[in-house]
Each structure stands twice: as C-alpha cells, then as structure tokens.
C-alpha cells in the first residue's frame, strides 16, 4: 500500500492559504536557543468560542500560525496542542480542573509552546494527530492533547488526564516498575524530561511516528496503472467517455452485510457492547437493502437484506427510546456510554441531529410513511430542533452545537455534565404535578426515588439521585399497568412533556451555544431539511414551509458570507462576522449535496449552477490527478484530498473514505458526481465518481464494512440509474420522488421547453422533450427517455411505461398511455 503524501509545514513566507508548503525542518541545534518576552495569552484574536472561552486560562494559549511556530523554532521547544470544541463535557473538564492549576500553566507556558485549536474549525488537523493518538494508545476522544517537535511531528499524546495532584490517578512506571500517580503534571514534566535530555532520540522517534502515521492514513492511495494512472499526465487528456474497470463489484456489498451481521447487538440495536455511537452512514446502507435493484439483492440474498433492513430500524428506535434522545426537548445527544442507550453524551451537536434526520426521514419511508408512525414524530421533532432559536442565527446560516455542561440552576455558577436534561424525582414531581399524570409519566420514562443511572456508569457520582428520561414503558403496558386507557396514558404523557418542558425553560439555565456556523454542518442541515420539507409537504405543509425556508435561507448565508465568487473560494467556519479559515474539500462536498437538493426539492436551477461552480472548484482544488514531485508517493489514484496540496502546516495530506460519525468527504463527493454527472449529462464528472470508487479499491476489499457510503458507488457504477425528468409535472413528480427512500443513484429534473435561456439548457442541451409530464432515463439506454404513469416509483430499476421517446424529439403517443 502506498503512503499518504508527506509533507514538510510550511515556511513563515508561504503559510497562509495558497502559498506552497516546501520548508526544511530547521537545525535542531539546542545551544541556538534563543530568550524571548513571556508568552501571552493569545486566544482573544481567534473567531472560535471554543478557543475565546480560554482567554482567561492561566495557559497563555497560542493559535497555530506564524507566530507560534517561529517562536517554537527560534527557543527550540515542543509544542503542546490541545484540540477540541466547545460542547465537550471533558474539553470543558480539562479547562477548570487541568489548565487552570498555576503549577501546570506554569510548567507549559515556561517549557513548551502551548497552542489550541477547535478542531471544528480545523477537522485536518485533528484527523492527523487523532489518528496518531489512536496508533498510539488504541483509543481515542476529546480534548485530543499532542506534543510536537517545532516541525509539527508527533513525539506523544492522550486524551483527558487526571488533573494535578489527582489520588485517584495511577500508571506503572516503565522504567522502574513502580506505580506511581499519572496526572498532568507527571505526563508534562516526563514529556519535557526527554525532550531536554534526549533530543536527538526524540526527534528521530516523532520522524519514524510521521513516516508510520503515513501508512496508517494511506487510504485511496493505490495506483490503478490500467485505469486513469496510465493516462496522460493532466486531467484535460483523459477519455472520460471510457469504461473504467476495477475489482469492485456487488459482491462487496454482501461481505458487508456478512460482518456488519456479525457485530450487530441484536438485543439492543447498534454495534458493539459497549459505548453505542449513531453510525447514520452504516445505518443508512442497512437501511437501503430492501430498496436496492434487484441486481443488487440478488446478489446479497433477499432474506439477508430484509434483516439488515429491519435491524436499522431496531437500532433506530431503540435510540429514540433511549436517553441518546431529549425526550422533552427534541434532538439527540452525541452518543451512548452505555450498550443499552442508557447513559448520554450530553452534547448535542447540529452535525448528528442533522444525519440522523437524513437516516429518520428514510426510516419512515421505509415503514410506509404514514402520519401515525412513531418515526413521522421524531422526524418532525429533530426537524423543528434543528430549526429552533437555539440552532439558527439571525442570519440564516446553522449554529454548531449545545453544550453538555451548564448551571444547575439559575443563579449558580458552577456548572454541570448534563445539569439541563436530569431530573430528581422530587423535581420531577414538582414540575408535573397531579399525582396520577406524574405516576404514569415517572413509570414511562423510568423516573426513580434514587436516581436511574447505573452506578457501575457513575464513577464520580456525577449523577447521583438523578435521573435520565428513557422509554421504558409501551402506552399499552401502561394502560395494563395502571389500569388505565391507552389513550388516557399517551394524553398524560404529552401533557407530562409540555409541562417539563416549560419549567425546564424557565427554572435552568441553556447550555452555551457554540455560535459558529461551520459550512459542511450548514450542508447537512440543508439536505436534510430540504428533503423533509418535500416529504411533508402533503401531510404538514406549515412544517414543510418552516423547513424549506430554513434550507434557503442557511445556503443563501453560505453564498453571501463564506463564499468568495471573485476568488473562488469557499470559507470553513464564520462567527461573528469574521471568516475563519479557507474551505476543506468536506466543505465543497456536503454544501455540494445540499443544493442538489434544494434544487430538486424547488426546481430552482440557480442552486444546481451554484453547485455545478463549487464541483469545478472542489475538484481543481482537491482531486488526486496530478503527479507527485513528493517522494514516495503516488500520482493520480482519483479520488480527494480533504486539503490542498499548499494547505499551511500539514505534515500530511490524506484522502478519507472511511465514514465515522460523519460520511467522509470522498464517499459525499462520489454520490454528488455522480447525480451531477446525470442531471447535466455531464460524462466527465460520472467517470471521476468511478475514479474515487476505484482510488479505494484495495480497502473496500478488505474492510468492506468499513467504508458504507463509497458501497453504495458500486451500484451506479456497475448498473447506472434511473433519472427522472419532468415537463409541466413538477408537483407529481416532487411528490412520487420525494417520497420514496433513498436507495440506488436517483435523479430528477426539470424540465421548462419555453424557457430557452434556462442556466441548464445551456449547460446540457441535449434534452429536447416537449411534451407535458413525468419522463425516466435508466443507465442501460443514454439519451432515450420513456413516460411514465404517475404511480410509478422512482426507486423502481426497471420503467413500466409504455411510450418510448427519443430525447431528440418529442412525444406524439400520448393516448397509448395505459
């Protein structure tokens, strides 16, 4: 396997965005030590609230630029970097406990060069270095806290560590076999310890940790001598109009399935028997088995696929059963420390809410999508969350997250892990009041005298007497139960719920909002809140409405706030009216899908050319098709990068197809080059999606399980797909395709013959129809549409129609409809 590209950070000349990273790491000669003025505090001048909200650490907090690397050089010293973001119950944790204790500040500001970063303003950094942190100590979470040479190589790192001075902390001693306390302190003083004695070993070692960590983030980097890598040596040379062969194929997709079986919980949903996380991408495949072509369930086995299918929905109502969910509030807490969905991560992140709204909507769908379903209620309730006050700014765009800690109560300072979302049950009590409502809506969501959360998950008795709202009851045990209707029992719940909800309201204090509005969050938001709208449109249209021009309104702040037009430039994060740094490729990718979206929920064609300029840009910026001059590295494998080959301070540049808690970045890009490539006939931009699938080929072989969404490339890769186009018909077909769930590649068009100066005739003139109504075009037949009968299906592989039309000319059969 070949490594990642290797790079040098760049020289104080050429570190802002654009410039060329080509530096030589300098003497590491310690007698040239220079003594400058102490280090001050420096995180004032940073856009992120989470890096400001340090400015009155006793650290004197540096940002990762110029200034701080040159000084790290100049007095040779290491740099300590601490990464992490502003809803984190343990980046907070270490905040109060850790780095304000004197001796430690001291200590970091004395001997080391102490830099922060939000790693939701800069995610390349922590992708890097979390992945050493992973190499290095098999797990890993936040605050991520690195040691580093002046070079930015890695020498150690870990996660939360006791604080100063901690009893509780311990760690054997390898030197001598001792046990001894492993608190800040300890880790800092051994860290400077090495550096100090032993420098020339510790920055032999952080070079070999650069070269391994190479190897471990290699993903999508084989060369395919057959494919593209034997083209010539630009992209303007390649014959895009070639097949592209390759390994991959459907079988892939049943060995997923295969292992993804094999690590399912099938008792309480998910994956694992330990912490549970959302996995929206794993399960969003699950979900899509039973609704993939036939081809494709064919080949993984119907049976198999219906139990992949139903194990999703297990999972996700056993997350909105559990204390994952804000059961009075709306939205989803960031994971489960618990394998039973038991215990939350109180964070609540735009990002989660916003894919698992995504993986709800297609749940729903899948279930029949009527109004009485459980899910059509979650979808509903993470929509109006994601839409509320608390997310949306002023100006349109999303903001990035609650916080898990906040005040216990008003008036009180200090502050507490979930302190927003428990309940004793005297408080309980008090807010429900009525002791027959209190009674049926304690039994239903496990409301206990001395607290629900299982001590065994309470080390520190964070949560002692308290209690964690889960559904433990059905409406019908209830009724049993309490020898009550099941009507009466759902009345006293829902009435349960307002009345906590308004005491919550007025007795706690929110949670600090992290007031960032982050570009690829905004692009999730807007796909998901684009496709409710289409899907409520019949059922709640006031929702719909909200949810549509929340959509609009947050991709109209991208384009006026962080997208330079001139420049062509996208911008990461915005707060405060300041612009953070330049755009990853994730960026370019999920505000990509989400105007493709928003285009064919609306049949607004400015989206789509929006999206079209920002494809062009992504993929000048950031694909794999120019050669290396690195060493060692390989050359137009396809595929992303998720930073520019100039990007300051990287000493790698990776391509990311693995999804985590996220899609990544080329599994994103695949699918919208994909749909691009047919809303505009656009040949080219089909055959780079081929080239990413392909540039994977040798992980998806091995880990199939691991990489859900570039699976689902396979599919229009091996048998195209069906595209939609409508004529005069807008209203049925938006509702005919909406409404279906997401499976195999899938697209819809409009179409407007009068309209000759449309932005999409001219970008793709080749369709010609003319005649009112709803058209398909599948993979196997370009260029040839057939009408189709308005109860058709878009997720259907094979038309039904009976009329053939050439797209050169149109329709003169419409009365041999059926």
């Known amino acids: 396997m070949m490594s990642a590209q290797l790079q040098h950070p760049s020289d104080p000349a050429s570190s802002t965005p654009g410039a060329q990273a080509s530096a030589a790491p300098e003497s590491s000669d310690s007698s040239k030590t220079t003594h400058s003025a102490p280090l001050v505090n420096r995180t004032a001048q940073s856009i992120s609230p989470y890096v400001r909200a340090h400015f009155n650490s006793p650290v004197a907090w540096q940002l990762l630029d110029d200034e701080a690397i040159n000084r790290a050089k100049s007095e040779n010293k290491l740099i300590f970097l601490s990464i992490g973001f502003l809803a984190s119950h343990h980046c907070h944790l270490a905040h109060i406990e850790s780095f304000s204790d004197p001796t430690l500040a001291t200590l970091l500001n004395k001997e080391f060069i102490p830099i922060i970063i939000d790693r939701e303003e800069h995610p390349n950094y922590d992708y890097i270095y979390m992945n050493y942190n992973e190499s290095l100590n098999s797990v890993g979470g936040w605050p991520l806290n690195v040691f580093l040479t002046p070079d930015l190589e890695p020498v150690f790192s870990g996660t939360y560590w006791a604080p100063p001075g901690a009893t509780n902390a311990s760690s054997v001693d390898e030197a001598d076999g001792t046990d001894r306390p492993l608190d800040w302190l300890t880790v800092v003083r051994k860290v400077y310890s090495s550096w100090k004695d032993e420098e020339p070993r510790v920055r032999d070692e952080a070079q070999q940790n650069c070269i391994d960590l190479a190897q471990v983030v290699s993903e999508g980097m084989v060369d395919h001598p057959l494919d593209i890598g034997q083209a010539a040596q630009n992209m ?10 390759g390994e991959l194929d459907l079988e892939q997709i049943e060995e997923a399935f295969a292992r993804i079986t094999r690590t399912f919980d099938y008792s309480f949903g998910g994956f694992g028997h330990q912490d549970k996380f959302l996995t929206p991408s794993k399960l969003s495949l699950m979900l899509r088995a039973t609704h993939f072509p036939t081809e494709v369930q064919d080949v993984a086995g119907p049976k198999d696929c219906t139990l992949i299918s139903e194990s999703a929905l297990h999972t996700l109502r056993r997350i909105v059963h559990g204390a994952v969910h804000d059961h009075i509030g709306g939205g989803f807490h960031r994971h489960s420390v618990t394998r039973d969905w038991s ?18 909507l297609d749940a729903w769908l899948l279930s029949g999508g009527g109004p009485e379903e459980e899910l059509a209620e979650t979808v509903k309730e993470v929509a109006d969350y994601i839409t509320s006050d608390t997310l949306v700014s002023s100006e349109g765009g999303f903001f990035t997250s609650e916080a898990a800690d906040s005040c216990s109560k008003r008036g009180d300072p200090a502050m507490r892990n979930g302190a927003f979302y428990l309940w004793t049950r005297k408080e309980f009590d008090t807010a429900v009041g009525g002791e027959n409502e209190a009674e049926v809506a304690a039994a239903y969501w496990d409301v206990q005298a001395d607290g629900n959360v299982d001590p065994m998950h309470d080390p520190l008795d964070e949560f002692l007497n308290q209690n964690v709202l889960r559904i433990a009851q059905t409406h019908a045990n209830l009724s049993k139960q309490l020898g ?12 349960a719920r307002e ?3 308004t005491y919550r309201d007025k007795e706690r204090v929110r949670p600090v909002v992290d007031t960032k509005i982050v570009t690829a969050y905004n692009g999730m938001a807007i796909v998901a809140l684009s496709r409710a709208s289409a899907v409520l449109q019949d059922q709640d249209p006031e929702r719909a409405t909200k949810y549509l021009a929340a959509a609009r309104n947050a991709a109209q702040f991208l384009k006026t706030k962080l997208w330079d037009g001139s420049q062509k430039v996208l911008y990461r994060a915005y707060c405060d009216g300041r612009l953070g740094t330049a755009g990853f490729a994730e960026d370019y990718a999920y505000l990509i899908e989400g105007l493709i979206e928003l285009y064919e929920v609306t049949a607004d064609e400015s989206w789509l050319g929006w999206a079209d300029e920002l494809q062009s840009v992504q993929i000048a910026r950031f694909y ?18 998720s930073t520019t080959y100039d990007a300051p301070y990287t000493i790698l540049r990776v391509k990311e197809g693995m999804d985590g808690s996220q899609p990544s970045v080329n599994s994103v890009s695949v699918s919208n080059l994909f749909r691009l490539g047919a809303l505009l006939n656009d040949k080219k931009l089909t055959y780079l999606a081929k080239a990413s699938v392909n540039a994977f080929s040798v992980e998806i072989l091995e880990h199939p399980n691991l990489f859900p969404g570039l699976l689902c490339g396979i599919i229009p890769w091996r048998l195209g797909g069906r595209h939609w186009v409508s004529v005069g018909e807008n209203d049925t077909a938006k509702s005919l395709f909406h409404k279906a769930p997401r499976a195999a590649l899938s697209t819809l068009r409009y179409h407007d013959p009068q309209n000759i100066n449309s932005w999409l005739r001219r970008r ?17 037949n370009p260029g040839v549409y057939r009408k189709i009968r308005g109860n058709d ?13 050439a797209a050169n000319k149109p329709s003169e059969a419409t009365s041999a409809l059926v």
């Open 236 to 245: 303007s040379t390649v014959d895009y109009t070639q097949d592209l062969d």
């Open 343 to 360: 215990l939350p991560s109180f964070e609540k992140m735009l990002i989660d809410n916003a894919l698992l709204l995504g993986v709800f």
């Open 484 to 495: 009550i209707s099941a009507d009466e029992a759902i009345q006293r719940i829902a009435s």
């Open 499 to 501: 009345k906590l909800r």
């Open 624 to 641: 794999d098709d120019a050669p290396s001059m690195t060493a060692n590295t390989n050359a137009k494998c396809g595929g992303f990068y």
């Open 764 to 780: 793709d003139p080749s369709i010609k129809l003319q005649e009112a109504g709803i058209y398909t075009q599948d993979g196997e």
């Open 793 to 805: 299906t878009p997720w259907v592989q094979t038309p039904t129609a009976t009329v053939e039309v």
